[in-house]
């Protein structure tokens, strides 16, 4: 006997149980959103100007407070007229340079600027910032402007090669040790490296403690996610993965509010990690997977679990189900070693017939993009006109509303419309910025949220829709190969808004584009909605014809077998 059936029927597949289960794990996804999109506050950019030698910092504007009445940035650099030259912007406006100074100082009401040819310098005598917004982030700490602005985008590309690393280190450890000691683990170095990056005194520091941040972070929600799959039962593991997506924007909006009531890097970075300290409780509440423990023969360790599962649901387990469920680990283990004698297969599957091939690079093409697009509108929100908590936490507000969307619409009018719609609807409002004047800059905050919630949508139903297309044999494999292509669009993203600096909305423009392109593509891959899950690479490369189907192959596929393939690819 199988733990599946131990749950439907004895157990119960959703009871006092595994309603705490859903609860508890899921919660633990909200450190881990607040540590992925904390560079879009730690790593903020101010307006700045060269330091001025002889002019003290204090004069520019400090942390504004309610019924501030403190000079703008703007009335303020007017007073530096005599010492900062001015220059276009990529709207063709004239603003005060925040790279470069006059070489002779000359203050305000001493000699016309503009009355002969000064010479320039670079700032070497460091940056004076606006701290209206921000008092301190990591951009004003190590001073990562001008000509060395691309080290902040090195910082968040660092945090995503971490969550490359973490990703397939945690899956091997979980595999090997077992989940509940993962967990426990990934919790407590998450904190460490938390808390320690709070007191980062150098900018390699805060980058190496970025990575292993990235790393234990991703590898706390992947083991969390794995082993709630494990742990519940098959209808409600849909579900159990859309409230832990809920409980991830939790943690971005709970990371805009107290970027907003903290407005300090160091501040907001031990706001965001201590709490971790609180999950530490999980020592004594978290179990480990029966699954996992039938998986490895350990039946006694199994057995306990799910007589405190039964305990806690208030029903009773006959002697009779341990003695079919000792038997069915020996049988698996019977068939284990058969299936070593059958063939293996190799990445190389992927692509070696035609449609398969298509599918596989339109697959992998389509988690480059959703990936790319939705870390860079994620992390840019807060640089879009207007104010940045507010954008931040209404773009992040806008996510909640795609997740419902993408729950309601993914079985009711299949995999691929939403997909299309979604990308499109992306695509067209973040290139529709290009043409909003910059006095409209409501209109462009809009547009580009409408694009989040559009990717949004693309990138809850993605991981579903892929796992359908790939064949039994080679899903792992082909879910593996097409994750890593969204890594690399993690680490790309942060690199896409640099590109702003020569004109502000070419990010934006760039998304979109790659969003459209993606909707179209998205086109020649087949609907999967209904249809039952491809077991060999035959009925992968059949899938979508209209080749007819007899009754007989179709009812050889299990139905259930579409909620498992969730245990594995979700939470990628």
Known sequence: MDYDTILSDYLGEYGRFQKLTIFCLAALAMPVGMQTMA????????????????????????????????????????SLNDSIPLELDTNGE???????????????GGLDSLARNRSKLQCTDGWVYDKRLYSSSVVTEFDLVCDRAWLREL??????????????????????????????????????????????????????????????????YYVTFVLGMEGIGQSKRTMFGMVGTLFLVAGYIMQGVIAYLTRDWMTLQLAISVPVTVFLTYYWIAFESPRWLLANGRTEEAREVIDRAAKINGVEIPEKV????????????????????????TV????????????????????????????GLSLGSAELPGDPYLNYILSSCAEIVAILVAWATMDRWGRKPPVIASLILAGLSCGATAG?????????????????????IAFDILPLYSAEIFPTVVRNMGIGAVSML?????????????????????????????CFLDGVAILAVPETLGVPLPDTLEEAENLGSTLVQTDEKVVTVPTVEKTEVLDIVTSV
Not at 45 to 65: I, K, M, N, Q
């Open 39 to 78: 560079m879009a506050f730690l790593g903020a950019v101010p307006e700045h100007h060269c330091r001025v030698p002889g002019v003290s910092d204090s004069a520019a504007p400090h942390l504004a407070l309610p019924g501030d009445l403190s000079p703008t940035w703007l009335d303020y650099m007017h």
């Open 94 to 108: 004239w603003l005060h340079s925040k790279c470069e100074r006059y070489s002779d100082n000359v203050t305000a």
């Open 155 to 220: 910082a968040q590309a660092m945090y995503m090669l971490g969550v490359s690393f973490g990703a397939i280190i945690s899956g091997a450890l979980s595999d090997r040790f077992g989940r509940r000691r993962t967990l426990l683990a990934c919790l407590v170095l998450l904190l460490i490296f938390g808390v320690a990056t709070a007191f980062a005194s150098h900018y390699v520091i805060f980058v190496v403690l970025r990575f292993f941040i990235g790393a234990f972070g991703v590898g706390l």
């Open 322 to 345: 341990y003695e079919l469920m000792n038997e069915n680990v020996h049988s698996n283990e019977d068939v284990g070693s058969y299936e070593k004698t059958q063939r293996v297969y």
């Open 348 to 375: 190389l599957d992927l692509v070696r017939t035609p449609n398969m091939r298509k599918n596989t690079f339109i697959v992998a093409f389509s988690w480059f993009v959703c990936t790319a697009a939705y870390y």
């Open 436 to 456: 909003v004047p910059k006095d409209l800059w409501m209109v462009s905050t809009g547009l580009a949220m409408v694009g989040r919630f559009g990717v949004s």
């Open 486 to 514: 969204a890594r690399a669009g993690g680490i790309l993203a942060p690199f896409v808004g640099l590109m702003g600096k020569s004109w502000a909305p070419l990010p934006l423009v760039i998304f979109g584009i790659m």
